[in-house]
């Protein structure tokens, strides 16, 4: 008897709320490249809902505002600054030219 008392008190209890990552003082806009790459992942990806504890309507709003930077050019589409670094340090060497006897 104890033991169904002891479950139910645990399944009743309420789960702790987590803060949300945007204040209420936060303007979410395109302009605000701060707060919106603070949801996009290193390859460029949006993070998802969940991985970001937004809600909904915040969701809706931080995919729209991302969207519009990148189609100003305030944000990349991809993050490429690991390409760009393997790049510079692998050159190549072009065929040297070669004497020509005679």
Known sequence: ME?????????????????????SGDRIDYK????????????GKILSRRVNRLTLKQQRLITIAIKQA?????LPFL??????????????????KKKKRK
Do not use: C, H, V, W
């Open 79 to 96: 993050n490429n600054e690991k390409l760009f670094e393997k790049s510079k340090s692998a050159t190549r060497t072009t065929g040297l």
């Open 32 to 43: 605000n490249i701060t707060l919106i790459s603070r949801f996009i992942s290193e390859q």
């Open 70 to 74: 990148r189609i100003l050019s305030s």
């Open 3 to 23: 033991r169904n008392k002891q479950t139910m008190d645990k399944s009743k209890r309420s789960f702790r709320r987590r803060l949300p990552r945007i204040q």
